[in-house]
């Protein structure tokens, strides 16, 4: 029998407001000390009342544009009642039937919604100096209340590359979107895995199990591999799946039963009664349409056909706006300079070369005291040929360092063009007397043939002549 996994995918994001999602708070879950952001509100005290932050709302709903999903016209919160020690106030303000957004679509995937809910605190269990002997957990409320994006995919995904594809996608819109940072790693995006297998030509989808505790991209993809496989054997055995939530174990790349799945009735839902209901204009949300920036998909084929790279290439530029964002300044600046410009050199320099000082720095782009323009002045020389790749290497090591263009820096400091007649001469000579059938050819009226010549020449200065100057002095030779 041939098993076809079934996958839904369940993303929390937290949004990137100023303040948390129903006070004014600041909204820093990273804040140094524990429970300096909290206030009678996000810690849950009796007689406190929430207000909606609207930069969220519009957060989700921008969203919402940029996915093509349906804005809500008229919207609520809701109460999801459930116990749990990082949730002071034992419910959760959430939305339940009237989502912010429904519909639209990701990678190809179609998305069933988008809502808006509030963050937890932290529970943190291993403080040193606490033993197990003597288990004691403390509580962070400053993550309690942060804006988080839920969004829901409809059970569309095939295998753990279309995940990925799905989970990078979203990542790259968020970012594009500047509304979360979206960081794995730090827990700002959350992906949850709902996964069955279907026997091969069934009408219904089998029994789901969802896993939670996935904090990287490759965990997300090896919890789909390891369910596919651990579901599988269950079938073949003639077993049942049970309907439960797992968690990922990071260090033994595992599944781990947690508890049997919990329904909808268990949160006991109701309207929020501390929060009015949302009406949104058509003009408010005509307003925030217009505010989508280009997306990274519109982006991405924008690339490749005004600067002819490749979707690989693309790609690259597409994770880290701030590069592709210096890319196209760089480009502009290098159009300015040269009227065929190499904007595959360009890249390639830009993705090697300065990325490896960026590392090497531990920096992004935007501290980096090279400007787009002197970036593109050194691409020019690389492309005239006015320098060697080598020399451009040390060279960008020295911008990056004194933050001077590279003609200063050529000039400045013992990487002079070859440039005397004396060191040029001996070089034209030699190049002329071994080349005869390319001063033959030039003769004959063939001026490609002299393009090959300084190309020789330049090759023995190791690229440092000025390919103009050794033109005219080949010109002048081959005319003599
Ligand atoms: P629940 O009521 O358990 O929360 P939902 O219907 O809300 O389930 O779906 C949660 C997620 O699980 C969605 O992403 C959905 O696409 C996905 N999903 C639903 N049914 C299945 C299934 N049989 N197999 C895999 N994923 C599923
Ligand atoms: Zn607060
Ligand atoms: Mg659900």
């Known amino acids: ?23 004014s708070c600041p909204n820093n879950p990273f804040e140094k000390d524990p429970n300096e952001n909290t206030c009678p509100v996000c810690l849950g005290h009796p007689g406190t009342l929430p207000t909606i932050n609207q930069d969220a709302v ?42 912010l957004v429904e519909g639209g679509m990701v990678a190809g995937i179609r998305v069933t919604r988008v809502h808006l809910e509030e963050d937890t605190g932290k529970l943190l269990h291993d403080i040193p100096g606490y033993t197990p002997e003597k288990p004691t957990t403390f509580i962070d409320f400053n993550r309690a ?41 730090k827990g700002q995006m959350r992906i949850e895995v709902n996964i069955s297998l279907m026997e091969e030509g069934a009408k219904k ?35 049942k799946v049970d309907q439960e939530t797992r968690g990922w174990d990071d260090t033994r790349n595992v599944t781990v039963s947690q508890r049997s799945k919990e329904s909808a009735h268990d949160y006991r839902y109701f309207p929020e ?33 005004e600067f002819g790279i490749t979707a690989l290439q693309a790609d690259e530029l597409m994770d880290d706006k701030t590069l592709a964002n210096y890319f196209e300044s760089a480009v ?34 935007q501290d980096i005291k090279i400007p787009p323009e002197h970036f593109a002045h050194l691409i020019s020389l690389v492309q005239n040929g006015m320098i060697s790749s080598r ?49 033959a050819d030039y003769k004959k009226g063939k001026p490609a043939s002299l393009q090959f010549l300084v190309g020789q020449a330049m090759a023995k200065t190791k690229g440092q002549a000025d390919p103009a100057k050794l033109r005219i002095l080949f010109e002048k030779s081959l005319s003599e």
């Open 1 to 23: 029998m041939n098993y076809i996994p079934v996958i839904g995918l369940e993303i929390h994001a937290e949004l990137n407001t100023k303040s948390k999602m129903f006070c």
């Open 58 to 99: 519009r957060s989700v709903i921008m969203l919402g544009c940029a996915i093509g999903g349906t804005i809500a016209r008229e919207s609520h919160f809701d109460r999801k009642s459930y116990f749990y020690p990082d949730l002071p106030k034992g419910y959760q303000i959430s939305q339940y039937d009237h989502p």
């Open 145 to 185: 209340g942060v804006p988080l994006m839920e969004l829901v995919t409809e059970p569309d995904i095939k295998n753990a590359e279309e995940t990925l594809l799905f989970a990078k996608e979203l990542q790259r819109m968020l970012r594009y979107l500047g509304i979360s940072d979206a960081e794995m790693e």
């Open 205 to 239: 989808f089998g029994t789901k199990v969802e896993v939670k505790n996935i904090n990287s991209f490759k965990a997300a993809a090896d919890a789909v591999r390891y369910e596919t496989l651990r579901q599988k054997k269950i079938l073949e055995e003639g077993g």
């Open 273 to 305: 009664p501390d929060l009015p209901p949302m009406i949104f204009s058509d003009e408010y949300i005509e307003e925030i349409r217009r505010s989508v920036p280009e997306l990274p998909q519109a982006k991405r084929e924008r690339f490749m056909r």
């Open 332 to 365: 502009s600046e290098l159009l300015k300079k040269i009227t065929e410009p190499n904007f595959s050199l360009l890249l390639n320099y830009l993705t090697s070369d300065m990325r490896g000082i960026m590392k090497s720095a531990a920096v992004g782009i």
């Open 391 to 439: 020399m451009a290497k040390d060279i960008l090591l020295k911008m990056h360092t004194s933050g001077e263009d590279p003609e200063t820096i050529i000039a400045s400091g013992g990487m002079k063009f070859v440039d005397s007649d004396e060191a040029l001469f001996p070089i034209i000579k030699e190049v002329v007397e071994k080349n005869e059938k390319a001063v």
